[in-house]
């Protein structure tokens, strides 16, 4: 049985959210928990508390939430829909990393590469961008898309646990990642002992 996370938002964005739901790739389950009926149907199988502890549970998000890519990307396109900034999350992100020829880039849980596709042209050629992430169908994923750049390589890590020597990078980036990480002072160690380091995590 698959897991639904609910999302906790005002009434307009899940009255809008119902209305699009067959556009996405999956079925998104939208519950609302000032509905006495959702309550009823979902309030003992999804508490704000499991929905929480499923965000962080790893096997959870290795073998069922990040298997594919479906789920991510179902979550992308409400996004790329709804949001008011016109300007673009990945853009203004890549805008601070501040890339120079030789540097060497870790990211942690690149998901589907989408920071780096969609910047792609703006990428200097003389850097080295590792790629990780802790599921196996994200890297799968990702490499589909940029395998054939010798800029990038791929390589299935835990945050919380770098297979790297102490300052092996010039920046480490966790884009929208660590609320997955259920050590996150741990895995901040890590990307400080991995080099210089940005975390972009929005509302997270």
Known sequence: ???AVPYIGDNAFRAEARRHQSEFRERVLVIDFDSSNDRAQYGNLLPKEAAMHWISDQDYLKNQQYQQPNNLGARILI???????????NRWVFD???LRAGMRVLELGCGTAALWRENLSRVPREVEVFLSDYSAGMLAEARGYLGGDERFC???IDAQSLPF?????????ANHMLYHVPDIPRAIGEMR???GFLVDEGDA
């Open 79 to 89: 996004h790329q829909r709804f949001s008011r900034n016109m300007y673009g999350w």
């Open 193 to 195: 002992r991995g080099g």
């Open 165 to 173: 020597a102490d300052a092996s990078f010039d920046l480490v980036v």
């Open 154 to 156: 791929f390589s299935e």
């Open 1 to 3: 049985m698959n897991k």
């Open 96 to 98: 601070h990393l501040n």
